[in-house]
């Protein structure tokens, strides 16, 4: 049973360009989660999401950053017009469906330095 | 609004002495805690996790943490630390359905010989 996979591991962009961070939940999982971890700190929730559903997106910048989830497919981070301040790690996360007492699974993480 | 605080952001022990590192909470309602270990460059691994019961929870790598609700506290120890344990630690607390979670800053973890 394949955990989160999250793609690239590595990713590099110069500022202004766009990056795209993909994540496929654990089998069976249908709940996504994005954090994000800059430097030095611990990991801040960005969004969560189910299949074609944002549930609460409380911890996006209201700029350049958006979630998708589609029904098919894995759950992507777009982050549009990079800046220096967007090098972090961002990790994807995965529960399944119960609604009580999940435990949510990490993924690897993206590394993503903005040049 | 869960928070989370880590006080110790280093911490340095030697090989074989015990550890505890220290988490609190501020939460409305019954907590769901989790501490999380970090090597450098890699993900999350859940050690343990409480979310009602014996206050005292057993985790993996011969981890255990003790819930004190008085003390809004969820301490993370082990009696004999390894080299190997030497990795980055983050308390988290959870939403009353477990799965939306508020992070520590982390405590560092450094083992002498």
């Known amino acids: 049973n394949a955990g989160v996979m999250q793609n690239p591991r590595h990713l590099v962009r110069r500022r202004g360009q766009e990056a795209r961070l993909r994540c496929s939940p654990m089998?069976?999982?249908?709940?996504v989660y994005w954090y994000r971890q800059l430097p030095e700190e611990g990991l801040k929730f960005m969004v969560y999401?189910?299949?074609?559903?944002?549930?609460?997106e409380s911890g996006m910048p209201k700029e350049r950053f958006s979630a998708e989830f589609p029904k098919e497919g894995p759950s992507i981070l777009r982050i549009q017009q990079v800046v220096r301040g967007d090098s972090a790690a961002y990790f994807c996360?995965?529960?399944?469906?119960?609604?009580?007492?999940?435990?949510?699974?990490f993924g690897e993480g993206s590394w993503l330095t903005v040049v | 609004a869960q928070s989370v605080t880590q006080p110790d952001i280093h911490i340095t022990v030697s090989e074989g002495a015990s550890l505890e590192l220290r988490c609190n909470y501020s939460?409305?309602?019954?907590?769901?805690l989790f501490w999380y270990v970090q090597s450098p460059g890699q993900g999350l691994q859940l050690l343990l996790k409480?979310?009602?019961?014996?206050?005292l929870v057993q985790g993996i790598k011969g981890f255990e943490a003790e819930f004190k609700r008085s003390q809004s506290s969820f301490n993370l120890r082990k009696p004999s630390v390894h080299w190997s344990d030497a990795a980055e630690y983050f308390c988290?607390?959870?939403?009353?359905?477990?799965?939306?979670?508020?992070f520590g800053g982390g405590t560092r973890l450094m083992v002498k010989p």
């Open positions: 089998k069976g999982h249908s709940h």
């Open positions: 996360a995965s529960s399944p469906p119960e609604s009580r007492r999940n435990t949510i699974y």
């Open positions: 939460y409305g309602a019954t907590p769901y």
């Open positions: 999401l189910q299949k074609e559903n944002i549930i609460d």
């Open positions: 988290a607390v959870g939403n009353n359905a477990g799965n939306m979670l508020t």
């Open positions: 409480y979310f009602s019961g014996d206050t």
